[in-house]
C-alpha cells in the first residue's frame, strides 16, 4: 500500500498542504551485523531501507516490523532505537507536501526470504554493510546511526548528538 488510507483522507480535507506526520525507517541486520536489507524503490529506482508511516495508534517499533514484511516478506524482531531526526520537506510528483519525523529502528532478521513483496519496490536484497549501493543521505545516516550501538541519537541545533 503506497498511501495510508488516514492520509488519503487528510489529503482529501487539505488538498497539497504540508503535513507533519511520522516515518520509520527499518534497518534491518544479520550475520552479525555485517549485512543489510535493502530495497529499490519502484517510484525513484533508489536503494533505501524499508521505511513506512505508522498507522493511527501503531508503536514505531511495530510499524518497523509490519513494513519489512510487507516490503521484503522478511521476519524481523526489533532490537533497539538507533535515532530521531526530522527530514526535509518531501513534495511527491501530484504536488502533496510533508516533512517527517524521522524515527530509526534497528531490527534482527529471524526469518523468511528476501523477495520483492509488494508494489513499492522493484527489488530487495541483502548488502555487507561495509559494500552498500548509493543511498540518499537519511539512509546512509540510519545504517550509520544502527551500527553505531550504544543509545538512541537525536539532531540538536544541526548537530548528531547522544551515544
Known amino acids: 500500500m503506497s498511501t ?6 487528510l489529503r482529501e480535507k487539505i488538498g497539497h498542504d504540508p503535513l507533519w506526520l511520522p516515518g520509520v525507517k527499518a534497518v534491518v541486520l544479520r550475520a552479525e551485523d555485517s549485512e543489510v536489507l535493502l530495497v529499490r524503490r519502484a517510484d525513484n529506482g533508489r536503494w533505501t531501507v524499508p521505511a513506512g508511516i505508522p498507522d493511527p495508534g501503531e508503536e514505531p517499533a511495530d510499524t518497523a516490523v509490519r513494513e519489512v514484511h510487507e516490503e521484503t516478506a522478511v521476519e524481523a524482531v526489533p532490537r533497539r532505537l538507533a ?8 513534495v511527491y510528483p501530484n504536488g502533496d507536501r510533508a516533512q517527517y519525523l524521522d524515527v530509526v529502528m534497528v531490527l534482527d532478521a529471524v526469518g523468511g526470504e528476501a523477495r520483492v513483496n509488494d508494489d513499492e519496490n522493484l527489488d530487495v536484497g541483502w548488502f555487507p554493510v561495509a559494500d552498500t549501493p548509493e543511498l540518499p543521505p537519511l539512509h546512509r545516516r540510519a545504517i550509520e546511526w544502527a551500527l553505531a550501538g550504544g543509545g538512541g541519537r537525536f539532531v540538536a541545533d544541526g548537530q548528531v548528538r547522544g551515544s
Open 4 to 9: 495510508p488510507e488516514f492520509i488519503l483522507s
Open 83 to 90: 535515532g530521531v531526526g526530522t527530514t526535509a520537506e518531501a
